[in-house]
């Protein structure tokens, strides 16, 4: 399954017919912090076609402009799971805090 809060937004996208697209980097390996990770197993973009929505799945960067074109003219929400490298990762997260300002996840 989607991780938690892509899920409930993707379904809600669906029942609301709001035509969003998410972008997910999946690396497998659950971000920044090591003790999370994602079963390799799990099609994100599969998922979002069985929810009534619109998957796309890239495996090159150069199939990265042709998924978001897609996924734009859609006219339905979308995913554009892009398969990344697990051995790169961001220094850091990023997560609004509670005043909206920028918080960075040391």
């Given at each position: 399954?989607?991780?938690?809060?892509?899920?409930?937004?993707?379904?809600?996208?669906?029942?609301?017919?709001f035509n969003a697209v998410m972008v997910i980097n999946q690396n497998?390996?659950?971000?920044?912090?090591?003790?999370?990770?994602?079963?390799?197993?799990?099609?994100?973009?599969?998922?979002?076609?069985?929810?009534?929505?619109?998957?796309?799945?890239?495996?090159?960067?150069?199939?990265?402009?042709?998924?978001?074109?897609?996924?734009?003219?859609?006219?339905?929400?979308?995913?554009?799971?892009?398969?990344?490298?697990?051995?790169?990762?961001?220094?850091?997260?990023?997560?609004?805090?509670?005043?909206?300002?920028?918080?960075?996840?040391?």
């Amino acid at each position: 399954m989607l991780p938690g809060a892509e899920r409930r937004e993707l379904e809600t996208a669906a029942r609301h017919k709001f035509n969003a697209v998410m972008v997910i980097n999946q690396n497998f390996a659950g971000g920044v912090r090591d003790k999370y990770g994602y079963d390799k197993s799990i099609n994100f973009a599969k998922v979002a076609d069985s929810m009534g929505c619109v998957g796309f799945r890239v495996e090159k960067p150069s199939e990265i402009r042709s998924a978001l074109d897609k996924a734009l003219a859609a006219e339905r929400p979308a995913i554009v799971e892009i398969i990344s490298d697990p051995e790169i990762k961001a220094k850091h997260g990023w997560a609004p805090n509670a005043s909206g300002a920028d918080r960075r996840d040391r």
